[in-house]
């Protein structure tokens, strides 16, 4: 079976990529979120909002804990916690509690994915492998890197167990929202039967319908690279989006920027993310060899000028 990640299904091509104008509504549609922001992480312009995403398999230090606190938005990736707790759910949720004594204003977004099934969650005990995404033609099953199984939005069964781990880890008040990962893998081009993107956005709408009211759902959608429209239809159902793979070219950067502002103008929250850029292999190297977190904060300071420079472009 060829890798999938060999092909992302989202690379840029010249026609789509000129004189775009990107949009979240069609002209006199109503946001069905009607723009509410009371929820949102707090803004303000003494200084650039902040988010993170992070994964441990085991236990914060204090000083870890006391680091995140001071971000705006923290995401607790996949694995977290597993091996102190038992399982990613508890993990997360004792981190999400230590984080939150220490500054209960950050928003703390649990992991789920799309497309991709993650070992090490106490909700797989009662998952079937009979709702796994298998190839049209071979029936063979689909995996991501050639050894993840991919989840199957046909499935009514499983749509109500991945609604359920969300709306369970939303019931603790320590949990702020989703995180949906994997949404650009929903229509794969190349590994996805054709309607299986619409059949997760039916999935999708109905967690949104169920979520409790103050819980935020933020997914990793939007991309300049990603053919049509940037996959802003997702904004209909999430506040907001995570932004990544926005460099590789002039067109997807310029792209980025205007997507930033057109999302920012439809009150979606925007989480860019961006490793430092131009670093020399002398910077890379000093950065590798180097344990203290304040002297690698100092190393890459000269290095995020472009990436923050796009962000304020789009913020305006």
Known sequence: MADINEDDGISPSEATTQNKKFKIFNDGEV?????????????NWDHVRTWI??????????????????????????????????????????????????????????????????GDYAANETWKEEWALRYKDTNELVKWRERLLSYSHFNLD??????????????????????IDGICKVDHRKYVPPGHGEAYLETANELRSRLQPGKLLIGNAVRAAKRGNANLRHLKYLDGSYLEGWQQNKDTIRDTVELISVMGKQKRIVMLTSSPMGMTE????????????????????????????VFLLGVE
């Open 282 to 309: 002398k910077a890379k190297a000093e950065l590798a060899s180097t344990k203290s977190l304040a002297e690698r904060y100092d190393i890459i300071s000269e290095f995020i000028d472009f990436p923050l420079g």
């Open 53 to 118: 995403a992070i994964r441990r398999a085991d236990k914060y230090s204090d000083e870890q804990i006391n680091e995140l606190a001071a971000q705006d938005v923290i995401m607790l990736e996949k694995a977290n916690g597993f091996r102190t707790y038992g399982s990613v759910e508890e993990g997360s949720l004792q981190a999400a509690k230590r984080i939150k004594q220490v500054n209960p204003k950050v928003k703390i977004l649990f992991y789920l994915n799309a497309m991709v099934h993650y």
């Open 158 to 179: 499983f749509r109500e167990w991945w609604i359920n781990r969300a709306l369970e880890m939303t019931d603790h008040e320590e949990i702020d929202g989703i995180f």
């Open 31 to 43: 946001d069905p979120l009607d723009g509410d922001t009371k929820y949102f992480p707090n803004f």
